[in-house]
């Protein structure tokens, strides 16, 4: 079993920063692609970041220049920096990876989900 926690959320001004972090554990084999989305009341759940194995990173247009994912692989942790934060920047944000976890005979691909972190983000 694979299990992603994420951590960091919280309350801030706007213009502040926060920093999540999400952790992934247990019998993993390979992580790949690891991202995070976020979904605010009444709207879609959109793709804010993503990290590959490689290292390659993309954004979504409204966060660009004012986040930055980055992963330790060796802590199978991905980060999520947010600056210059904006209050149409609150919601949900959920962390989500693509991971090669152990079985007996090898190794299997899963989507794998965290449970989520408010931000809020005060006018």
């Known amino acids: 079993q694979v299990q992603l926690v994420e951590s960091g959320g919280g309350l801030v001004q706007a213009g502040g920063s926060l920093r999540l972090s999400c952790v992934a554990s247990g019998s993993i084999f390979r992580i790949n692609a690891m991202d995070w989305y976020r979904q605010a009341p009444g709207k879609q759940r959109e793709l804010v970041a993503i990290?590959?194995?490689?290292?390659?990173?993309d954004y979504a247009d409204s966060v660009k220049g004012r986040f930055t994912i980055s992963r330790d692989n060796a802590k199978n942790t991905v980060y999520l920096q947010m600056h210059s934060l904006k209050p149409e920047d609150t919601a949900v944000y959920s962390c989500?990876?693509?991971?090669?976890?152990?079985?007996?005979?090898?190794?299997?691909?899963?989507?794998?989900w965290g449970q989520g972190t408010q931000v809020t983000v005060s006018s």
């Open positions: 990290i590959v194995s490689g290292g390659h990173t």
């Open positions: 989500h990876a693509n991971i090669n976890s152990r079985t007996t005979y090898g190794s299997k691909s899963g989507d794998y």
